[in-house]
């Protein structure tokens, strides 16, 4: 059986891979929340309910939210380095808000709408 969006596959695989490596390697449970929208994105790929989509979507603007109240209290420690800016939890917290966004807008666009009444004309 072959994924929907080859896109959202490879992407769901690459984050539960590294949310994997994460918790085996590192022994950190930091790797959860990659490995959750890892998951979720292996499902949204074969899926083709747009309730699933946006429900995925609110689900990340959540949790952007709460990675942007965090990345601010990390401001006072950080170093306005290049690698600091991508290590912290603020710029992925604002990736994840406009990917919720984007998640939300791709759940009433036409193309999900039209999938998600044609059911079964494979």
Known sequence: MKP???VTFFLGVFLSLMGLGVVIIYKSFGGIIPLLIGGSLLYLSWSRSRTATLVF????????????????YLLPYTKPT??????RPLFWGLISIFGGICANYHGFC???RRKSLNIDKT
Do not use: M, P, R
């Open 57 to 72: 979507g609110h689900t990340i603007i959540v949790v952007g939210c709460f990675l942007v109240t965090w990345g601010i």
């Open 82 to 87: 290049f690698a600091q800016v991508l290590g």
């Open 110 to 112: 036409a193309c999900v």
């Open 4 to 6: 929907k969006s080859l």
